[in-house]
């Protein structure tokens, strides 16, 4: 029950002088309610959302005579401006006489904290202690530092690396040099070190991680890794999903950065399906997220010269493009997903005025759940890592609007339990390494965090030694990424060129644009098929015949901001889920794109591979997870992250 109070105390404050509280945690929220001086009527930051709190320490006074231990709890609640703002709340239990005492319950508190935040089920009459949480998982960040507007790095040293180390996660961390690299980097990566590869950037990151996998002997068991998104690139589609599954109001910039690392510091991931696509000269590659033909790929790549706007750039693309609008003629066929019903949106059906073959289900758009009622999350694990003080240094250049570290009070408190000197090495925090535990804000010491951005390392990040690749081997940044090698059969579809099998869908004609989404995300801030769930197996496919006039795919596109376009009526505007498709363009020239990067021009192919990946979601709000995904069976579940793993 989410009311349900599991552990209920009083505390005092930090410095000892302040108001007295008690504390009431449920499975959902944090309650403080003021004791002293005086009882507040209306408690200001009374309730404190778990789906808001990155993570929570023990800590002891510096001063030998304080008996007492402090509870700190690492928040990002939102601002009046409604941006999220980081707010250290410290509590000092005092109760006792003895310092053993109070830091026993003190230590219980985070305890629980703790195995709330990650999912992990807390015993009904067992003692809850420390070893109740398993090891802390660790991730393997790759920064592309000229992804978005190029803050990628700032952000992810600012923001990222202080709250995933208040959260109590190891990490070692790899800024890529080019295009590709990260791709090279995991196809010589030792696995089983590793629970989960994050990427800081945009998704074209991701997509180079996730076909890097593919690309491996052992593919089978390389692509089933956790992989994660923490967004810092000028799109960010995949991240704009994760953020609706984790039941936060839709957010871009630095707010989505932070909520998707809120989201990834509780562990817990979802099915992740890959859309396997075979090009004209029968490359193949892995799409995480959408094919585009027409005016999305059009605004996406032309766009790109834009770059230092961010994702500014999308909507200067957009008026640019509706100024010249083009029409291409093309075929585009597609294996219906069936029965239709059991995959289609979970309202009841609007059939778009268009011809029968032309499957038109509109999908509803979600609805937006609570970003309070998040459920109990998934197994994951805790300790070590850099962390930044209350003055965690910032560079003259560093992004101006970081959060202001919180002030408990002069700097009289240290972590516990006390940390040894020195600092952990730059951008790597060495899984199980004491020395990458260093003290958390609340007016403690600061650690040494990273100041620089740090010098890539040049062997794949593990805690051993890895085989470096050889930078002359590798691809010219200009040259299209290389095909994947291994994977899954596409076992729906017969060769490109040959006649398609009977049950298919033609639709024929001149197109303004053609897009197979899997997730719900155009970008952060466009929901293209708002019915479409992490592992629902299906390939949406949208579509706006030629004829539509200006206006109406202006419309169109403002009205996707909140994935309201289906409703708008639009005679052009079609839908069909579907488990394959081909697209086979009847211009000379055009441009295509797999997952916002260009690709070769000409006929394409692609089927979805349900479930094949794992992505870090976090924990999922109630209510996001629609119908349709029960098809594939136990891999549809909430997917932990790795935790088990020596
Ligand atoms: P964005 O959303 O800003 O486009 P992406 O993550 O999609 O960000 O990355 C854009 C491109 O940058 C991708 O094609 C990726 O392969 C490439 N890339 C990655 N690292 C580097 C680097 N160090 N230098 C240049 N390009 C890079
Ligand atoms: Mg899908």
Redesign the pocket.
């Known amino acids: 029950m989410a009311g349900t109070p599991l552990l209920h105390g009083e505390f005092g404050s930090y410095p000892a002088r302040g108001p007295r509280f008690a504390l009431t945690l449920t499975p959902v929220a944090l309650h403080v309610q003021r004791l002293r001086p005086r009882p507040e009527a209306w408690p200001q930051g009374g309730l404190v959302p778990l789906a808001e709190v990155s993570g929570c320490r023990t800590l002891r006074s510096c001063s030998p005579n304080d008996s007492a231990a402090y509870l700190c709890v690492y928040t990002y609640p939102r601002g009046r401006r409604g941006g999220r703002r980081r707010a250290a709340r410290t509590f000092r239990a005092d109760r006792a006489p003895d310092y053993k005492e109070n830091h026993a319950e003190a230590q219980r508190w985070a305890t629980a904290l703790t195995c709330l935040l990650r999912g992990v089920p807390l015993p009904g009459d067992l003692e809850i202690t420390p070893e109740l949480l398993p090891r802390p998982p660790r991730l393997l960040l790759l920064v ?5 507007r190029g803050l990628a790095w700032q952000w992810c040293k600012n923001h990222v690396l202080p709250m995933i180390s208040e959260a109590g996660l190891s990490f070692n961390l790899i ?9 090279e980097l995991v196809q010589g990566l030792r696995l089983n070190e590793w629970d989960g590869i994050v ?1 800081v ?8 991680v996730v076909n890097g996998l593919l690309d491996r002997p052992d593919w089978e068991e390389a692509v089933k890794i956790p992989v994660g998104v923490l967004p ?5 589609a995949l991240a704009g999903a994760i953020n609706q599954h984790g039941g936060f109001e839709p957010a871009i910039g630095l707010d989505l950065l932070l909520n998707c690392s809120l989201l990834m510091c509780r562990g817990g991931g979802s099915p992740l399906d890959l859309l396997s696509v075979t090009l004209a000269s029968g490359a193949r590659c892995f799409s995480l997220l959408s094919v585009a033909w027409g005016f999305v790929s059009d605004v996406d790549i032309q766009s790109e010269r834009f ?1 230092v706007l961010g994702p500014a750039r999308f909507t200067l693309g957009t008026v640019l493009r509706l100024a010249s609008l083009h029409v291409y003629p093309g075929r585009l066929s597609y294996l219906p997903a069936s029965p239709p019903a059991s995959n289609g949106p979970p309202a009841a059906p609007q059939p778009l005025p268009r011809a029968a073959s032309e499957l038109a289900l509109a999908p509803a758009p979600a609805s937006a759940p609570s970003p309070e009622t998040h459920s109990p999350l998934h197994r994951s694990v805790s300790d070590l890592p850099l962390a930044r003080g209350p003055d965690f240094p910032r560079g003259p250049q560093e992004d101006p609007s970081p959060s202001p570290p919180p002030s408990p009070g002069p700097c009289l408190l240290s972590p516990d339990p006390p940390l040894p000197p020195g600092p952990p090495s730059l951008g790597h925090s060495p899984p199980g390494s004491p020395a990458s535990q260093t003290g958390a804000s609340c007016g403690l010491p600061p650690s040494e965090g990273p100041r620089e951005p740090p010098a890539p390392m040049k062997a794949p990040a593990s805690p051993d030694t890895q085989t470096s690749p050889d930078p002359a081997a590798s691809p010219d ?1 200009e040259s299209p ?1 290389p095909g994947t090698l291994h994977g899954p059969k596409d076992d729906l579809l017969p060769p490109l060129g040959s006649p398609l099998p009977p049950g298919w869908v033609t639709l024929e004609g001149d197109f303004v644009l053609i897009l197979a989404q899997s997730p719900s995300h155009l970008c952060a801030d466009l929901v293209a098929v708002p019915n479409a769930r992490f592992g629902d197996g299906l390939v949406h496919l949208c579509w706006v015949r030629g004829g539509v006039s200006r206006a109406s795919l202006l419309r169109l596109f403002l009205a996707m901001e909140k994935g309201g376009h289906f409703g708008l009526g639009c005679p052009q505007l079609g839908y069909a889920t579907a488990r394959a498709f081909r697209l086979e363009p009847l211009t000379r020239h055009g441009i295509l794109t797999v997952d ?2 260009q690709v070769e021009y000409g006929p394409l192919q692609a089927q979805i591979h349900p479930g094949l990946g794992t992505l870090l979601t976090g924990p999922e709000a109630p209510g996001s997870q629609l119908a349709g995904g029960e098809a594939w069976g136990p891999k549809c579940g909430p997917v932990p992250w790795g935790g088990g793993k020596v």
Do not use: I, V
Request: hydrophobic share 15%; charged share 20%; glycine share 22%.
């Open positions: 592309n530092p000229f992804g978005g800024q890529t040099e080019r295009q590709n690299h990260a791709r990427t950037s945009g998704d074209g990151l991701l997509y180079e810092c690139g000028s799109g960010n770059r940044s990424a916002g990067e």
